[in-house]
């Protein structure tokens, strides 16, 4: 594996793993948790740029494939060729707190579910990032897009509330999106016959906006780095958008 | 083995054997998030605050019990004549059920000693705060722990004086926390 050839993304752009059809192979079946687990703790500590990758595949642990286990060796081979990156935080760009999100509308090709990507940056690197699969259907963009800003929301409260308790006192802090529909509906409490089934709890993301506890801003979906925890992109784009999460090639230092 | 070569063996009590209600009631003890520690890395960069670690040895060891728990004697080590006596523990020892909880009972006393406040949102968080003086961050991970502040003397003598209640190794500034 250490002489393997390094691959340039986490996964092949556009890939989606589908579902395995064939009973259960014990050992593969092992095999792939073995992987997939190691995967995942990488994941959570350093390496958000396999999250969408390690997330998805990990969906397929009861009963992986070949095709998923040679996928999650895939990743392997793209963490070899990128083992010197690290998180860096500039604590001279006196960047605040930021938040960029995304979804992924229906893009499960089995289940239908969209999926949803958020992070949020200080100090010009990720402090917190979250890829995974919504829980319930989303009927349109719009609501995969809500859903995904109001877990967004939560989390920006939360990180909030902790530097409040540690005596900082905060203006709003910018959430980044890519969807027009749901900073409206945010912004503005109506209900339309297209969203009023959404559900309540959604609806708490309105109460952040008017207290200014969170300020929503629209980017050009080209442009956003939260793409990156959302579906499988292309080599230019992902790397384009792993500068901008602070996943740096150490330069000097070492 | 750990990654530095040391070697390490230690007595452990077979928790499989407690039965739950009796040996033990909760068994969850709280740890910092990651991604707090990475928001408090990066909140340091920002701050350009001094960061000093440390870890507690064998820390289990310390935490105290709340339940009566007998254990046998060791194979091997039991008290030539006294074969057929059973131990009963005061403190905790690896492998119990409760360890962890007792450990970080303990700890959380011991902080608040030294006047140390735990965050609501995080659990993980110790906040230090005197008038007329400089605050320290405390982020605890089970027996790993990171001070940080603005003023290095004032992070200094809260860790020495945290020092002075357990053994700890020293890991001065570090390169890495919890193999981050």
Known sequence: ?254 | MKSDGRKKARLVAKGFSQVEGLDFDQVFSPVVRFETVRLMLALAALENWYITGLDVRSAYLYGKLDEEIYMEQPEGFAVPGQERKVLCLWRALYGLKQAGLAWWRTLDESLKELRFERLKSEAGIFFYKKKGTNIVIGIIYVDNALFCGPNKAVVDAIKAQFMSKWECRDLGEPNEFLRM
């Not at chain 1, 050839?5 to 986490?10: F, L, Q």
């Not at chain 1, 809500?146 to 959430?175: F, H, N």
Request: charged share 15%.
């Open chain 1, 1 to 254: 594996m250490l002489n393997a050839k390094s691959a340039s993304t986490p996964l092949p752009a556009g890939y989606y793993a589908t579902k395995n059809t064939e009973p259960v192979d014990a050992d593969l079946r092992s095999h792939f948790q073995t992987v997939i687990g190691s995967l995942l703790y990488l994941m959570l500590g350093t390496r958000p740029n396999i999250a969408f990758a390690v997330t998805h595949l990990s969906r397929h642990a009861a009963n992986p494939s070949q095709d998923h286990l040679n996928k999650a060796l895939y990743i392997c081979r793209y963490l070899i060729g990128t083992s010197m990156y690290s998180l860096v935080y500039n604590g001279g760009s006196g960047a605040g707190l930021i938040a960029c999100m995304d979804s992924d509308w229906g893009s499960d090709p089995t289940s239908r579910l969209s999926q949803t990507g958020f992070y949020l940056k200080l100090a010009d690197g990720l402090i917190s990032w979250t890829s995974r699969a919504q829980k319930t259907i989303a009927y349109s963009s719009t609501e995969a897009e809500y859903m995904a800003l109001s877990d967004c929301t939560r989390q920006v409260t939360w990180i909030r509330s902790l530097l409040g308790e540690l005596s900082y006192k905060l203006k709003a802090i910018p959430i980044c999106s890519d969807n027009q529909g749901s900073i409206f509906m945010a912004s503005n409490p109506v209900t339309e016959p297209r969203s009023k089934h959404i559900d309540i709890h959604y609806h708490g993301i309105h109460e952040s906006v008017a207290k200014g506890n969170v300020e929503l801003f629209f980017i050009d979906g080209a442009e956003n780095p939260a793409d990156l925890l959302t579906k499988n992109l292309p080599r230019e784009k992902f790397a384009k958008f792993r500068a901008q999460i602070g996943l740096q090639f150490p330069s000097g230092s070492i």
